[in-house]
């Protein structure tokens, strides 16, 4: 099969554009639900994993926004303990989504809708598998959870920090439908 210019401009894009754009889908089809949980713990249940932390062991909670590479922005949760480990839930989206750019935004969506027919294909789900780049946002000592959608990872962060603060164990789960 002869490649032609814009089949290997295709094969660019997949390869370079659609990891960050994968990143960019919003699963709409997620339910949140809290309640209480062993007395002296906070727990999550999110795709991709579950955490546990001892209420007494957390030192801080942070949330806070940040540009990765100038390509993305990312929403951090960060969980610190006493221990030898701290918990990084995080949502991430091109910075074109945000920018308002026509061309951007149909690019996103091209490229989610990709994503969707190789996901179905696959089974594999490019909005909570987390992406790492070995070394450079490889951490030791740090587990780290990718979120789907920016709500849901604001929940998350309330209920740690409200069962931090209270002392009150809490289990909180992300479930997609």
Same mark, same amino acid.
């Given at each position: 099969?002869?490649?032609?210019?814009?089949?290997?401009?295709?094969?660019?894009?997949?390869?370079?554009?659609?990891?960050? !754009?994968?990143?960019?889908?919003?699963?709409? *089809?997620?339910?949140?639900?809290?309640?209480? $949980?062993? =007395?002296?713990?906070?727990? +999550?249940?999110?795709?991709?994993?579950?955490?546990?932390?001892?209420?007494?062991?957390?030192?801080?909670?942070?949330?806070?926004?940040?540009?990765?590479?100038?390509?993305?922005?990312?929403?951090?949760?960060?969980?610190?303990?006493?221990?030898?480990?701290?918990?990084?839930?995080?949502?991430?989206?091109?910075?074109?989504?945000?920018?308002?750019?026509? !061309?951007?935004?149909?690019?996103?969506?091209? *490229?989610?809708?990709?994503?969707?027919?190789? $996901?179905? =294909?696959?089974?594999?789900? +490019?909005?909570?598998?987390?992406?790492?780049?070995?070394?450079?946002?490889?951490?030791?000592?740090?587990?780290?959870?990718?979120?789907?959608?920016?709500?849901?990872?604001?929940?998350?962060?309330?209920?740690?920090?409200?069962?931090?603060?209270?002392?009150?164990?809490?289990?909180?789960?992300?479930?997609?439908?």
């Amino acid at each position: 099969m002869k490649k032609t210019p814009i089949s290997i401009a295709l094969i660019m894009f997949c390869l370079l554009l659609l990891p960050m !754009i994968a990143s960019a889908q919003n699963n709409s *089809g997620t339910t949140t639900n809290e309640s209480t $949980g062993p =007395r002296r713990f906070w727990q +999550a249940s999110v795709p991709g994993g579950n955490y546990i932390v001892a209420l007494d062991r957390i030192s801080s909670i942070s949330k806070h926004d940040y540009i990765l590479n100038g390509n993305l922005r990312v929403t951090e949760v960060v969980i610190d303990t006493n221990g030898n480990s701290l918990a990084r839930f995080y949502y991430i989206i091109p910075v074109t989504e945000d920018s308002g750019s026509k !061309i951007g935004a149909g690019l996103t969506t091209r *490229g989610k809708e990709l994503l969707d027919k190789v $996901g179905e =294909r696959t089974g594999a789900n +490019a909005n909570t598998a987390v992406a790492k780049q070995y070394p450079n946002t490889t951490h030791a000592k740090t587990v780290e959870f990718r979120i789907s959608n920016e709500g849901n990872l604001n929940k998350l962060f309330s209920s740690a920090t409200n069962a931090w603060i209270k002392g009150i164990g809490r289990k909180f789960s992300i479930r997609n439908e």
